[in-house]
């Protein structure tokens, strides 16, 4: 590739247990309240760190659960406001007070032909409620027509809301926006049935649902004026997304080497003007190249430059860095 190598600097370094496969989970990197977060488990426990806006550091705090289901692999784990944390699992959505206690829990029905279908959840961005998607009751016919969303009170665990959503059998997650807007984004992957992004709301009518665009990836960066970059989940192409404006879309083939595929699933907004993705030589591969793209038309940019070969997960931070794992250590980098 034939683009400009631009050197980086290792801003701070932290240890974090878990990290590496964290990044591989649905709720590893989560917005939550205009923070990221990185969520872990690691020997029985439940760690959610949040990144600290001063660049020097990694986290600005931690809080540590002990993990309720250490060999469940389907939790999908969200901070709250409060300090609590949000656990959902097939079966049931809790809410933890800080101190570990279970402040409510809501039983749910389970996908039980879909071994791979998971939940998610998250508090909405006015900190009101929590928006909980779960499997959907089960018609006359016996099939379902379609999973759903509940708003659930963040108090007392009461249903509020409800929206049938247009997917099935789905692995969820959840994202907020940067500068925590009303809508929050709901990814859904369906496996070979494909996948769907949707904006999902809460007010005092109820719960609002609407496609994100024409995006149709699990894996998306948001940006702080609600563009999203989405990429293909075989690696194929990137997509850009913005209400109001034309899709951009670049494929792999066009701007990376012969059979090179976009890895990694975690792209995203380095800062207004840039985004930061991996390419590899196939999916599986342990080490990648990390590019710097031009965020409104997708066309690389420059390859950064480390002092020893990155892997293929990059955290952007929108704040003109980035985290990457090293082993059981977060680093943070920024351009020199």
């Given at each position: 590739m034939?683009?400009?190598?631009?050197?980086?600097?290792?801003?701070?370094?932290?240890?974090?247990?878990?990290i590496a496969e964290a990044l591989g989970n649905m709720d590893g990197w989560l917005l939550r309240d205009g923070a990221h977060r990185l969520v872990t488990r690691h020997e029985g426990t439940i760690t959610v760190g949040r990144v600290g806006t001063d660049p020097s550091r990694v986290l600005a705090d931690r809080a540590v659960w002990a993990d309720?289901?250490?060999?469940?692999?389907?939790?999908?784990?969200?901070?709250?406001?409060?300090?609590?944390?949000?656990?959902?699992?097939?079966?049931?959505?809790?809410?933890?007070?800080?101190?570990?206690?279970?402040?409510?829990?809501h039983r749910h029905r389970d996908w039980q032909q879909s071994p791979e279908a998971a939940g998610a959840c998250t508090p909405d961005p006015a900190g009101r409620v929590l928006l909980a998607t779960m499997a959907g009751p089960v018609g006359p016919d016996g099939l379902s027509a379609g999973d759903i969303c509940?708003?659930?009170?963040?108090?007392?665990?009461?249903?509020?809301?409800?929206?049938v959503l247009p997917t099935f059998s789905a692995t969820y997650a959840f994202?907020?926006?940067?500068?925590?807007?009303?809508?929050?984004?709901?990814?859904?992957?369906m496996g070979q049935d494909g996948a769907r992004?949707?904006?999902?709301?809460?007010?005092?009518?109820?719960?609002?649902?609407?496609a994100a665009g024409t995006a149709e990836e699990p894996y998306v960066g948001l940006s702080a004026d609600g563009v999203l970059v989405s990429q293909d989940v075989g690696g194929g192409y990137l997509c850009r997304t913005q209400d109001g404006a034309d899709d951009v879309i670049v494929e792999a083939r066009n701007v990376l080497p012969d059979e090179w595929v976009f890895v990694g699933y975690t792209p995203g907004f380095?800062?207004?003007?840039?985004?930061?993705?991996?390419?590899?030589?196939?999916?599986?591969?342990?080490?990648?190249?990390?590019?710097?793209?031009?965020?409104?038309?997708l066309e690389p940019v420059a390859e950064l430059d480390y002092p020893q070969a990155p892997g293929v997960a990059a955290v952007p931070l929108g704040d003109g860095t980035w985290l990457t794992p090293d082993q059981e250590t977060v680093q943070r980098w920024t351009t020199t």
């Amino acid at each position: 590739m034939n683009h400009p190598r631009v050197p980086v600097r290792l801003l701070a370094h932290e240890s974090l247990p878990g990290i590496a496969e964290a990044l591989g989970n649905m709720d590893g990197w989560l917005l939550r309240d205009g923070a990221h977060r990185l969520v872990t488990r690691h020997e029985g426990t439940i760690t959610v760190g949040r990144v600290g806006t001063d660049p020097s550091r990694v986290l600005a705090d931690r809080a540590v659960w002990a993990d309720p289901a250490p060999d469940d692999p389907s939790p999908y784990c969200s901070p709250l406001p409060d300090g609590g944390l949000a656990i959902s699992t097939r079966q049931a959505v809790t809410v933890h007070e800080p101190d570990g206690t279970v402040r409510w829990e809501h039983r749910h029905r389970d996908w039980q032909q879909s071994p791979e279908a998971a939940g998610a959840c998250t508090p909405d961005p006015a900190g009101r409620v929590l928006l909980a998607t779960m499997a959907g009751p089960v018609g006359p016919d016996g099939l379902s027509a379609g999973d759903i969303c509940r708003a659930l009170d963040l108090a007392t665990g009461e249903v509020l809301s409800e929206h049938v959503l247009p997917t099935f059998s789905a692995t969820y997650a959840f994202q907020q926006f940067p500068d925590a807007r009303s809508e929050v984004l709901l990814t859904a992957s369906m496996g070979q049935d494909g996948a769907r992004c949707l904006l999902v709301t809460y007010a005092a009518g109820g719960l609002g649902v609407r496609a994100a665009g024409t995006a149709e990836e699990p894996y998306v960066g948001l940006s702080a004026d609600g563009v999203l970059v989405s990429q293909d989940v075989g690696g194929g192409y990137l997509c850009r997304t913005q209400d109001g404006a034309d899709d951009v879309i670049v494929e792999a083939r066009n701007v990376l080497p012969d059979e090179w595929v976009f890895v990694g699933y975690t792209p995203g907004f380095v800062d207004d003007n840039r985004i930061l993705v991996v390419a590899a030589e196939e999916q599986w591969a342990e080490e990648g190249i990390h590019l710097l793209l031009d965020a409104r038309t997708l066309e690389p940019v420059a390859e950064l430059d480390y002092p020893q070969a990155p892997g293929v997960a990059a955290v952007p931070l929108g704040d003109g860095t980035w985290l990457t794992p090293d082993q059981e250590t977060v680093q943070r980098w920024t351009t020199t």
